[in-house]
């Protein structure tokens, strides 16, 4: 006789990544933890590792990225952790070539959904 199991809620992790002032600030995980780094990539990668610490994103999960942290570095680094992310938010303002450069990175790192501006769109 097969058991029937509990319905469990999948929690995705998230992650919220914006530049200003020359700081990166990353705001993410269960307990919502908060970063404020000095803008390089090498503070970044360090970041990024330690939320695959707090908060893998082993079985999907939601990266929000402002536009102002939109830039090639960024997105290298991102793409260097081979998370498996569900949804990818874009918030704030977008010129042509970063649509183009944030939809080929959503492809690069296998999202499923790309939301812009409260639209949702599907990265397949």
Not at 81 to 93: F, V
């Amino acid at each position: 006789m097969i058991e029937k199991q509990p319905y469990q809620k999948k929690r995705f992790a998230w992650l919220q990544i914006s530049v200003h002032r020359y700081k990166w600030f990353l705001r993410g995980g269960s307990s919502t933890r908060y970063w404020e780094l000095p803008a390089d990539v090498k503070s970044l990668r360090m970041a990024l590792s330690l939320v695959e610490l707090y908060n893998p994103f082993k079985e999907g999960g939601m990266l929000c990225i402002d536009s102002s942290a939109i830039i090639r570095p960024v997105l290298d680094v991102i793409e260097e952790q081979q998370w498996s992310i569900h949804d990818l938010q874009i918030s704030g303002h977008l010129t042509f070539l970063r649509v183009a450069v944030i939809k080929s990175f959503a492809r690069r790192v296998g999202a499923k959904w790309l939301i812009v501006d409260g639209h949702r769109y599907s990265c397949n």
